[in-house]
């Protein structure tokens, strides 16, 4: 199973509902909700405001990843808003197993990111109890970034790790991701692909979703 997520920092959240339904009609699988605080990473997005306008819009799964400070505070404002899915870092959170079982108490799907300077060993306490591993193939706090090509070998050491596990978490990555990048990132065994400047600042929004859906399809 491989899934397309495109990403709503890169949209044009002045036109949000057309946006979010361009993809979605082109065979989006999640919509991605990047939150930033301007503390765990340089920049400022949105919160739970815009998570719960997109959660109007569309059907979809909401995958919101939290790229914040003590995110353990606001895990009940994001299943409020309408999050289906809900990743925190692994570099912030300090009782990771208690927030983890917290978020899908909240009736959320749970994620756990890591930074490209954080070993996927460093994962493998908690890869028995979360329903995502998300791999950030650039240093967040920005889209539009290069992909930072060592994350392949972090998917398969992910990939290697679940296997070990016996589990069925899915493997999402999230940085750099497009037309070029998006293959080798398959081939290295992920399900989930974040994309956000390749779709939305696209000429044609619906026409590069399709592209990339076809990519995935096609492997």
Request: proline share 4%; net charge negative.
């Amino acid at each position: 199973m491989t899934l397309l997520a495109p990403s709503i920092l890169s949209a044009d959240l002045t036109n949000l509902s057309l946006q979010i339904r361009l993809v979605e009609t082109a065979g989006a699988d999640f919509i991605h909700c990047d939150v930033m605080d301007g503390h765990f990473v340089p920049n400022i997005s949105f919160g739970p405001i815009i998570v719960k306008a997109a959660r109007k819009i569309t059907g979809l799964p909401l995958d919101v990843h939290l790229m914040i400070k003590n995110p353990d505070k606001y895990l009940e404002n994001f299943a409020e808003a309408g999050a289906n899915i809900l990743t925190v870092h692994l570099e912030e959170v300090v009782h990771l197993n208690r927030t983890v079982n917290k978020i899908k108490e909240l009736g959320m799907k749970a994620g756990v990111a890591i930074n490209p300077s954080t070993p996927v060993a460093l994962l493998q306490e908690i890869v028995d109890f979360v329903d995502l591993i998300l791999i950030m193939s650039v240093n967040p706090g920005f889209g539009g970034q290069s992909f930072i090509k060592n994350s392949l070998r972090k998917i398969s050491e992910t990939v290697e790790m679940r296997k070990n596990h016996n589990v069925d978490f899915l493997i999402e990555v999230d940085g750099g991701i497009n037309n070029e990048t998006i293959k080798p990132a398959l081939k290295a065994g992920c399900d989930v692909f974040v994309v956000g400047s390749s779709i939305f600042k696209a000429d044609n929004i619906s026409a590069a979703t399709l592209e990339l859906k076809n990519i995935l399809n096609n492997k």
